[in-house]
């Protein structure tokens, strides 16, 4: 399991990311589970965003980042699947998805994987998204990204006292 995302309001409800196995869904504490995998190009999720007013609209990293760095020349091992391809979005709780504005190409090797969805609490059109290829933000719930930082990135947080300081690694 790479990733874990919780129902804002439903403690019952939760999400997880498989590196290998898509995205699961329970909603009884984790007692079932329900696969969300339906028109996912491939079913690695490296994060999982969930608008905190709208539970139905859900974001994921589409790649798995454990993968990164390990297989320099994947062509030689057939390991292109393991790579990237941005990050998808749902409205409909996962009934269906396509891809945002944020896309890569598998064969962007290292520079396709997605880490990490930030979604911003006071305004859930504003997203942030930590990559190998840097940090690239969107003001529009996905529509358009543009790179703010370049670089490798595999987190962001929010100051719990502030939240509108941010911190990446």
């Known amino acids: 399991i790479n990733c ?9 409800t939760f999400w997880v990311g498989v590196g290998q196995g898509g995205i699961w869904k329970t909603t009884d504490d984790g007692a079932n589970w329900t696969p969300l995998n339906n028109n996912l190009p491939i079913i690695r999720v490296s994060d999982i965003a ?4 709208d539970p139905d609209e859900i974001y994921v990293a589409v790649g798995d980042i454990a993968y990164m760095g390990l297989f320099k020349d994947p062509r030689d091992n057939k390991r292109e699947s393991h790579y990237g391809l941005g990050i998808y979005k749902t409205t409909n709780g996962g009934r ?13 090797y290292d520079f396709s994987i997605t880490r990490r969805i930030f979604i911003d609490s006071s305004n859930p059109r504003r997203l942030l998204t930590a990559t190998s290829n840097g940090i690239f933000y969107s003001q529009d719930a996905g529509t358009r990204w543009t790179r703010s930082q370049k670089g490798i990135f595999w987190d962001i947080e929010a100051n719990p006292k502030n939240p509108r300081t941010l911190y990446a690694s």
Request: proline fraction near 15%; avoid cysteine; aromatic fraction near 12%.
């Open 4 to 12: 874990v995302a919780f129902h804002p309001t439903d403690p019952q």
């Open 96 to 108: 269906s998805w396509r891809p945002t504005g944020l896309s890569f190409q598998q064969t962007d």
């Open 50 to 53: 969930v608008n905190p007013n």
